[in-house]
């Protein structure tokens, strides 16, 4: 079976309904499984980091996820049609605990989405003064 195109009853991808049910527990299992963490959805073009961080809705352990991806290997600067990263799409939420914990891996703050902004430029506008705080923080 290929595991990169598991779906859940919905038929969303797998790790996304994972992602969405607060499940970031089951992360590290389905990637010592071979479920592949940068694996792109071929509706949405997203893979699951960029999932996690761009939905607007609630995300029951948002951050959790986010931490379990990358440590299960997911690239921090990973981007769909748009070039925007996580990064920029935690920034654009006010989320300042995922905006961090991308930072901590390293995220580039110089990368730059289809309209030429930095991920610079999404901390420093953000919603959040705690996340405009960290455009400060270097």
């Known amino acids: 079976a290929d595991l990169d195109k598991a779906e859940a009853p919905d038929g969303e991808p797998f790790l996304f309904f994972v992602i969405r049910h607060g499940g970031f527990l089951m992360i590290p299992t389905c990637a010592e499984a071979g479920l592949d963490v940068d694996a792109r959805d ?78 610079e430029t999404y901390l420093k506008n953000s919603p959040s003064e705690e996340v405009r705080a960290l455009a400060r923080r270097r």
């Open 42 to 119: 071929p509706k949405s073009g997203l893979d699951p980091l960029l999932f996690a961080t761009s939905v607007k809705e609630e995300i029951p352990n948002r951050a959790e996820s986010v931490r379990a991806l990358l440590k299960a290997g997911a690239k921090p600067d990973s981007h769909g049609k748009d070039k925007k990263t996580p990064l920029m799409f935690a920034a654009a939420r006010g989320d300042a605990e995922v905006a961090e914990i991308l930072l901590k891996a390293r995220a580039k703050r110089t990368a730059r989405d289809a309209k030429g902004r930095t991920a």
